[in-house]
């Protein structure tokens, strides 16, 4: 169990983190990083959140068939959390694109 939180964790935080703070991240890379437009940095942010929440939904399908144990409650959880900011972050990017 403590192997699957392990790798469940992090990436459920840095997938939110990059969902919901897009905008500002991409506004500082812009400032710090490289000086281009920040919607191409807002389009990448909110790709990899969504591509990391799908990684750890993976995870979660491969360390359940190890164990029959809180997987429904994983689940639901990233239901809960992943699908409002997959749609913020979606709506945001849409929004920057016009």
Do not use: E
């Not at 400032?31 to 993976?58: E, G, K, Q, R």
């Not at 979660?60 to 997987?71: A, E, H």
């Amino acid at each position: 169990m403590k192997r699957f939180l392990l790798f469940f964790i992090p990436l459920f935080l840095l997938a939110t983190c990059l969902g919901i703070g897009s905008q500002d991240l991409a506004y500082w890379m812009q400032d710090h990083v490289y000086d281009t437009w920040p919607l191409y940095y807002v389009t990448a942010f909110s790709i990899m959140s969504i591509a990391l929440y799908l990684i750890t939904i993976l995870i979660v399908i491969l360390f359940s068939r190890k164990k029959k144990g809180d997987t429904p409650a994983y689940i639901v959880l990233m239901l809960f959390i992943a699908g409002p900011v997959s749609l913020w972050s979606t709506f945001v990017t849409l929004m920057w694109w016009g």
